[in-house]
């Protein structure tokens, strides 16, 4: 998995402290401390599978014991019916561990799928598929992990990764020549500056102004088209703006490089994955 073990632990802690609380009152009080059992993780929908990884650590938080068999990996395609994953162990520590290990996994499928379909929209053209920041306050790592495993590509992961001026900037620094002149003083030369653009002219003082990367926000296709041949591959060219509710071929063709969405991680429906268990005899 490409993401740090440590930002992974932590995201899993917070999730089992806040579902546990004081502790599991009703496992507790209903199952004996030695019961064993067996739990099947089963496909209800058809999905690009994600969070298999999360979810057996998540059982090994609990209990170490706990063995966790995947039969498949993140980003394969499982259909209705599938056995993604089998677990045996300690029923309480099982039970305990259940909720967690199915929020993280519903999600991050949910996150793969809906940026597989998007990426298959946009097939045979040469734009990119992009999430955003509008990720779920603590999970940002899980589910930009889970957008590149839908095959879309990750925009910055924080606020340190590059410059990106928007309106607010704009305004604040008085222009967009202002705002990326003083970008420029002050950060290194690895990073780009991405200027955020609603008309035309706005476009041309950004190029001259020399950014890196331009946000189309909001535009027609036909405005964008139009940029794009303005732009002449002098900068890369981002459609941004209610994507999720565009017809992203048509925008594809318009000959922008990248199409964010934040609709990826902040506007999706968790797939449906069960886990059913079943007393050891």
Same mark, same amino acid.
Do not use: W
């Given at each position: 998995? &490409?993401?740090?073990?440590?930002?992974?632990?932590?995201?899993?802690?917070?999730?089992?402290?806040?579902?546990?609380?004081?502790?599991?009152?009703?496992?507790?009080?209903?199952?004996?401390?030695?019961?064993?059992?067996?739990?099947?993780?089963?496909?209800? &929908?058809?999905?690009?599978?994600?969070?298999?990884?999360?979810?057996?650590?998540?059982?090994?938080?609990?209990?170490?014991?706990?063995?966790?068999?995947?039969?498949?990996?993140?980003?394969?395609?499982?259909?209705?019916?599938?056995?993604?994953? @089998?677990?045996?162990?300690?029923?309480?520590?099982?039970?305990?561990?259940?909720?967690?290990?199915? +929020?993280?996994?519903?999600?991050?499928?949910?996150?793969?799928?809906?940026?597989? @379909?998007?990426?298959?929209?946009?097939?045979?053209?040469?734009?990119?598929?992009?999430?955003?920041?509008?990720?779920?306050?603590?999970?940002?790592?899980? @589910?930009?992990?889970?957008?590149?495993?839908?095959?879309?590509?990750?925009?910055?992961? +924080?606020?340190?990764?590059?410059?990106?001026?928007?309106?607010?900037?704009?305004?604040?620094?008085?222009?967009?020549?202002?705002?990326?002149?003083?970008?420029?003083?002050?950060?290194?030369?690895?990073?780009?500056?991405?200027?955020?653009?609603?008309?035309?002219?706005?476009?041309? @003082?950004?190029?001259?102004?020399?950014?890196?990367?331009?946000?189309?926000?909001?535009?027609?296709?036909? &405005?964008?088209?139009?940029?794009?041949?303005?732009?002449?591959?002098?900068?890369?060219?981002?459609?941004?703006?209610?994507?999720?509710?565009?017809?992203?071929?048509?925008?594809?063709?318009?000959?922008?490089?990248?199409?964010?969405?934040?609709?990826?991680?902040?506007?999706?429906?968790?797939?449906?994955?069960?886990?059913?268990?079943?007393?050891?005899?």
């Amino acid at each position: 998995m &490409q993401i740090y073990n440590t930002q992974i632990d932590k995201i899993i802690e917070l999730a089992l402290e806040e579902d546990i609380g004081s502790g599991d009152i009703t496992t507790l009080s209903t199952i004996p401390e030695n019961t064993t059992a067996h739990g099947r993780f089963i496909a209800k &929908q058809d999905t690009v599978i994600c969070g298999i990884d999360v979810a057996e650590k998540v059982f090994h938080k609990i209990d170490e014991t706990v063995c966790f068999k995947a039969y498949f990996s993140d980003g394969d395609l499982v259909k209705t019916g599938d056995v993604i994953a @089998e677990v045996d162990g300690n029923a309480r520590s099982m039970l305990t561990a259940e909720r967690c290990a199915l +929020n993280i996994m519903q999600r991050l499928s949910g996150v793969a799928q809906r940026t597989a @379909e998007c990426v298959e929209m946009v097939k045979g053209t040469k734009a990119k598929i992009a999430d955003t920041r509008k990720t779920t306050p603590g999970m940002r790592a899980l @589910e930009k992990y889970a957008v590149r495993i839908g095959g879309g590509t990750n925009h910055r992961y +924080n606020l340190a990764d590059g410059v990106l001026i928007k309106d607010n900037h704009i305004a604040a620094a008085g222009s967009i020549t202002a705002a990326v002149t003083n970008a420029r003083r002050f950060i290194p030369h690895t990073l780009k500056i991405e200027v955020e653009v609603e008309t035309v002219d706005q476009l041309n @003082e950004a190029l001259e102004a020399g950014a890196d990367i331009i946000m189309l926000d909001n535009m027609s296709n036909e &405005q964008m088209a139009e940029c794009v041949k303005i732009v002449s591959g002098r900068a890369l060219l981002e459609a941004s703006g209610n994507m999720d509710r565009r017809n992203l071929y048509e925008v594809a063709k318009t000959g922008v490089d990248i199409i964010s969405i934040g609709a990826l991680t902040h506007t999706i429906k968790a797939a449906d994955i069960s886990l059913k268990f079943k007393l050891n005899q």
